[in-house]
């Protein structure tokens, strides 16, 4: 029977190794479990073989020949679709489960990609993997296609001798955050598009309509009310008809539009800038409380699947923590980090930053007590999706009639700001 060596925590936090006798790696994590241990590494006592290895994907070593040719042309800072890599893992994961070598498995997938990045990138994964570098280890050289995330839990996978177990983890983690993400964004594209149309539409009317009128009111030296007067003015302003104005404000306004949104991603790239919006989102009315829900069911998913995947707690901490996306629980996970290095619980850091309910602190709790921490934490990232389902259908149910209010306040006002001056004209001409 195989032996493997291991390092493990226990109840305290603290770490310790040993050797353990099992059929397969996953017996050996259920055997170290029993033992009241937490296992973050596990591997088996390699035996020197006479014959060639079996076709295990991770020890497969070729000849060093290099391929040449390109995946096509590709610009820089772009990375690979979700959709591309999701798929990419669900099929390396068949393979895999398949029986068939992991070289030959990425080359089969290589030759089949169309030509674009992720062709490339997989093109020098297979050239890593023939020179003898594992996976995880060729796939960190390629960060636009995958991140630490995905790097880490591979090598888990490798080491744990689970990689298709691994891959198919990866792959159903990958469509959980998609449709999550598609979610948010779908229950965002309404009021935006709503919003823009809104904005071009009263920016035409400012440009065409009004100062027609404004050409009838001086032809009749009709006297404008305050409310018309500050519309008149809007319109010239848009128009360009200001004296001494150099550039007109339609023009203004639509070098605007899209320099907020890069001006808004440029400040998001600073320290400062990420946290001061992050901070601000978070604590918004109905918003906030989404995103919140959001940022609870992402780093609940990827902890517990790197928990699961036998990745070391502190390191599984931290790569949540560089992926949560979000500042403040950034910072809250940090802390967790520095509490459970020193021996302490994970649940009290998380308890004191009072960034999730009470619900969820609970519940790991009970998880770090029982040793099931990566299945609360699955369980809790399942239970936030659904409400974030509720909470996003809530939210448009919300802003569709306050976007209706709003649309109809602003036309509203335009109406009744150029018929004013003409009640009053018309009287005139009766008098």
Not at 62 to 75: A, R
């Amino acid at each position: 029977m195989p032996s493997f060596t291991y390092q493990a925590l226990d109840k305290s936090g603290k770490q310790t190794k040993g050797t353990i006798d099992a059929a397969s790696s996953e017996e050996a994590i259920q055997r170290i479990k029993l033992q009241g241990f937490f296992p973050t590494s596990v591997r088996e006592q390699k035996v020197k073989k006479s014959g060639a290895d079996k076709g295990d994907g991770d020890e497969v070593k070729t000849s060093k020949k290099k391929k040449k040719g390109g995946g096509g042309i590709t610009l820089p800072f772009v990375g690979v679709k979700t959709k591309y890599l999701t798929t990419f893992t669900r099929q390396l994961s068949t393979l895999q489960d398949a029986g068939l070598p992991l070289l030959r498995s990425l080359q089969i997938l290589e030759q089949q990609q169309k030509p674009g990045l992720l062709k490339g990138i997989l093109l020098g994964v297979v050239e890593d993997v023939e020179g003898g570098a594992s996976l995880s280890e060729a796939m960190a050289k390629h960060p636009r296609a995958f991140n630490i995330l995905y790097s880490k839990m591979v090598a888990a996978g490798e080491v744990g001798g689970v990689l298709d177990v691994i891959l198919q983890r990866l792959a159903e983690f990958m469509e959980k955050a998609q449709r999550l993400k598609r979610k948010v964004i779908g229950a965002m594209f309404y009021p935006i598009a709503v919003i823009g149309v809104a904005i071009v539409i009263v920016t035409l009317i400012m440009y065409f309509i009004i100062p027609k009128f404004q050409d009838i009111f001086a032809d009749f030296g009709v006297a404008l009310p305050a409310l018309t007067m500050f519309l008149v003015r809007a319109s010239s302003w848009v128009a360009g008809n200001d004296p001494g104005q150099r550039v007109p404000g339609i023009i203004i306004i639509v070098v605007a539009m899209p320099g907020v949104i890069i001006g808004f991603k440029l400040a998001r790239m600073t320290k400062f800038g990420k946290a001061l919006f992050d901070i601000l989102f978070l604590y918004m009315p109905v918003v906030g409380t989404l995103i919140r829900k959001t940022v609870v069911a992402r780093f609940t998913r990827t902890l517990g699947t790197l928990i699961s995947a036998g990745v070391p707690i502190l390191e599984a901490i931290t790569i949540t923590k560089e992926t949560c996306g979000n500042y403040v629980f950034e910072k809250a996970l940090g802390k967790v980090h520095d509490s459970i290095r020193e021996g302490e619980s994970f649940v009290g850091p998380l308890r004191e930053a009072k960034v999730c309910d009470a619900l969820v602190v609970n519940m790991i709790d009970v998880g770090e007590e029982t040793g099931d921490m990566d299945t609360m934490l699955l369980k809790i990232a399942d239970n936030y999706d659904e409400e974030v389902d509720t909470a996003v259908a809530a939210l448009v149910s919300l802003l569709e009639p306050i976007l209706v209010i709003v649309l109809g306040g602003i036309v509203g006002t335009i109406v009744v700001a150029m018929f004013m001056p003409l009640v009053a004209m018309i009287e005139g001409l009766q008098g």
